[in-house]
């Protein structure tokens, strides 16, 4: 069997990552990496750290508008398909790239599995909520994290192909914690003792593309009372500097980090307040309370089981949520035992 991964951004190369593992030697498979995260630390880094083979092209597409990225990567993909001709396109997740990748695999009528499938915030202002929705109606494989992402593709009438394979980010979790603990230094190098701070991370572009929801984040954030790490997206970054908002002082910056120090940091947090998706998902794994800056999520399964609460961008209820949340009680395994990436494979292989 020929595969083509595509990939692009940051949590897909650590979902590709498990994927691949489980692959192994059972067929060729190549990696396209449409280039719309270039930095060292969104990219190349996490190929190193999770031992993602090189990608075999990388089509360099970078930022830009919606339109800019989603139709550059279209015309790339499309020659690569023509040229190695696979017989599956693996996309994952929900970004322009994992859209390029379904397109251009349909028009081509080349089958597509789509791995973190399912999945809906049902709000069509969000770009990710298209790129799913999209994606996963383009799908032959539809693999769900989770049964209420099976549930969701029914209430559309997309039932055939999908299966229910738990979360490869799990998985990825599950591996890599061990090795994390045993090679990130990063809280002695940030001099962090364990539940003596909490972690922040905002890029979603319905909070920091909007001058008045971040400015309540960050005056959320300002009223916490203990030090904050925010490992800050390059997009906000540009937003905060565009936008001339000051950054609080119990707020300490860096750069974006690897996986492996991300899972340091993030198992040792007294809280984690994000709007990422797989950092919710991750917070719940290690039994670290979530605070999540949007008034949805996806992940409903984190907010049902008690360990994830919405604020949206408000500053006053991250405030009050950060200091009455504090969930003591069972957290069922709701995204796997850890061999998501196997399953998916053997479905993948029957096919
Ligand atoms: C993208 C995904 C989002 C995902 C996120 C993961 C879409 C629509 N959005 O958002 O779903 O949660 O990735 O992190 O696909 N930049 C750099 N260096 C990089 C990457 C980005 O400087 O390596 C800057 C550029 O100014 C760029 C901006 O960040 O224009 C935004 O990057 P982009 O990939 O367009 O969107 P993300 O916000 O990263
Ligand atoms: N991540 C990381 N370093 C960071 C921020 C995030 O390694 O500085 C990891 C995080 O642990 C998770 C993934 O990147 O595995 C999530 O990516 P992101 O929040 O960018 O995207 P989303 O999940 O919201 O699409």
Redesign the pocket.
């Known amino acids: 069997m020929k595969t083509i991964h595509v990939v692009g ?3 897909q190369f ?1 979902k590709a990552a498990m994927v691949s593992r489980a692959f192994g030697d059972q067929g060729e498979e190549y990696f396209l990496h449409t280039g719309q995260h270039y930095s060292e ?1 969104m990219s190349q880094l ?1 190929f190193v750290e999770l031992n993602l083979p090189k990608p075999d092209i990388n089509l360099g597409i970078g930022g830009g508008s919606h339109a800019e990225q989603t139709s550059g990567m279209l015309l790339g993909i499309d020659r690569y398909l023509e040229q190695v001709q696979p017989d599956w396109v693996i996309v994952y ?3 322009n790239s994992t859209l390029a990748g379904a397109l251009a695999a349909a028009k081509r009528e080349i089958p597509i599995a789509h791995v973190e499938a399912g999945l809906r915030s049902y709000n069509r202002s969000m770009p ?1 909520e298209i790129n799913r929705v999209i994606s996963d109606h383009l799908s032959a494989l539809l693999f769900c994290p989770t049964d209420q992402a099976v549930g969701n593709l029914k209430k559309e009438g997309v039932v055939e192909g999908v299966h229910q394979a738990g979360d490869v ?1 799990a998985d ?2 599950f591996m890599f914690t061990e090795i994390a603990k045993q090679k990130s230094s990063i809280l002695s190098t940030l001099d962090l003792k364990t539940g003596g701070y909490a972690l922040v ?1 905002v ?2 572009s319905g909070n920091v593309d909007d001058r008045e929801k971040l400015g309540q984040i960050l005056s959320g954030l300002a009223q916490i009372d203990m030090p904050l790490i925010f ?1 800050m ?1 390059p997009r906000t970054q540009k937003m905060i500097a565009e936008f001339g908002l000051d950054v609080p002082a119990n707020l300490r910056v860096i750069e ?4 492996l ?3 340091m940091l ?1 198992a040792n947090a007294d809280c984690i307040l ?6 919710q998902k ?1 917070a719940y794994l290690l039994g670290v309370r979530c605070i999540t800056l949007r008034e949805e999520t996806e992940w409903v399964e984190t907010v049902t089981a008690g360990w994830n609460c919405l604020t949206g961008a408000n500053s006053s209820a991250i405030k009050a949520r950060f200091d009455d949340f504090h969930p003591n009680i069972e957290r069922p395994q709701i995204y796997g035992d850890g061999h998501a990436a196997d399953k998916i494979i053997n479905i993948l292989l029957q096919n």
């Open positions: 951004a940051r949590p650590v630390n996490f997740g929900d970004t990710e980010m990825a979790l991370t890029h979603r490992p997206h974006p980090v690897g996986y120090d991300m899972l993030e994000t709007d990422s998706g797989g950092i991750e």
